[in-house]
Nanobody
Framework: QVQLAESGGGLVQAGGSLRLSCTAS????????MDWYRQAPGQQREVVAR???????DYADSVKGRFTVSRDNAKNTVTLQMNSLKPEDTAVYYC???????????????WGQGTQVTVSS
């Protein structure tokens, strides 16, 4: 069983910073993509940042220049450094990993439980 554990959410004033972390545990052979999504109330879940083993990193236009995604493959961890936060960044943030549990397994998608980020104006 693979589990993703997130941490680092909270309440911050506009212009502030937060750092989210997500660590995968369990039987893991390799991790292809480590992504961050977010979902605001009444909105669809949207991708915020991606880190893939082949294509590097990519960001939603709304967070470019403010958010940075990084990964530590040895620790099966992905972090999201969020700077210059805005009230519109308020959402539940989820990490998602695309990984193989063993050499012969197909790629599977795994989600964290989500962590609340609230930015006050």
């Amino acid at each position: 069983q693979v589990q993703l554990a997130e941490s680092g959410g909270g309440l911050v004033q506009a212009g502030g910073s937060l750092r989210l972390s997500c660590t995968a545990s369990g039987l893991i052979y390799s991790i292809d993509a480590m992504d961050w999504y977010r979902q605001a109330p009444g909105q669809q879940r949207e991708v915020v940042a991606r880190s893939t083993s082949r294509a590097g990193t990519d960001y939603a236009d709304s967070v470019k220049g403010r958010f940075t995604v990084s990964r530590d493959n040895a620790k099966n961890t992905v972090t999201l450094q969020m700077n210059s936060l805005k009230p519109e960044d308020t959402a539940v943030y989820y990490c998602r990993m695309t990984l193989r549990r063993t050499y012969s397994d197909p790629l599977g998608l795994y989600w964290g439980q989500g962590t609340q980020v609230t930015v006050s104006s």
